[in-house]
């Protein structure tokens, strides 16, 4: 082989054992940095301020951002598996009964209701608009002194162990919490179970 052929062989070995190695090295960082965080794209944690309450330390008695909450719209978000997620832990007796309607549909979107947080019947009467809204953005702080198995659903900070890709965004946008704090307000009674 000529000297100059084999000069270009290296060249182009050289540069493949580069990307290969390149290539490889990037594989634990993509481990590492886990999949898009795809269902808070785009959402930001927009500032609050906490006052004093009655029934809990702290409240967030401003609403998050501009928008009236819709109940309609907080049950949609509430329900919602790949948003609120909130019939994993809770249960709610108005949509259990509507579950034990012949509705399909029903039966799939309030069927299954977790116990792990209890019922959130009468969380409307316990709690002002103000407590609500900050049990929602971060259940730490509203509840100090418990060791609280709730998601905070719109906080960024002192979380531990978030993927990487989905640090510093909410779960839930500021107007998602407004529509959930509308439709838990209107959880007035609590209602026995036999
Ligand atoms: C992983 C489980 C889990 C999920 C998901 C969850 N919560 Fe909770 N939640 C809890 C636990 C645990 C408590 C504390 C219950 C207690 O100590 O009485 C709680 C407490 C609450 C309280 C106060 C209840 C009371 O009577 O004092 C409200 C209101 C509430 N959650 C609303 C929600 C809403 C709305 C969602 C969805 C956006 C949600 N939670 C999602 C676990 C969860």
Redesign the pocket.
């Known amino acids: 082989m000529k000297l100059q052929q084999q000069r270009k062989l290296n060249v182009i070995v050289r540069r493949w054992a580069f990307l290969v190695v390149f290539a490889v090295s990037m594989i634990p960082l993509q481990a590492v940095a886990g999949p898009e965080c795809k269902a808070t794209d785009g959402l930001e944690v927009l500032p609050y301020e906490l006052s004093d309450s009655e029934g809990l330390r702290f409240q967030i008695s401003k609403r998050l951002g501009k928008s009236r909450g819709q109940t309609r719209r907080g049950q949609d978000?509430?329900v919602d598996p790949e948003?609120?997620?909130?019939l994993?832990?809770?249960q709610v007796s108005m949509l259990e009964k509507l579950a034990d309607s012949e509705n399909p549909d029903a039966k799939l979107r309030f069927g299954y209701q977790?116990t792990?947080?209890?019922?959130?019947d009468?969380?409307g009467n316990?709690?002002s608009i103000g407590e609500?809204r900050l049990?929602?953005v971060d259940?730490k702080q509203?509840?100090p002194d418990?060791d609280?198995?709730?998601?905070s659903?719109h906080n960024k900070d002192n979380l531990v162990d978030v993927t990487p890709t989905c640090q510093g965004r909410p779960l839930?946008s500021g107007r998602d919490i407004e529509d959930?704090v509308a439709?838990?307000s209107g959880l007035k009674e609590e209602i026995k179970k036999p």
């Open positions: 978000v509430l948003r609120g997620n909130c994993s832990c809770h977790g792990v947080g209890g019922t959130l009468g969380v316990k709690y609500l049990i929602l259940p509203a509840f418990r609280i198995a709730m998601p659903y839930l959930i439709y838990l």
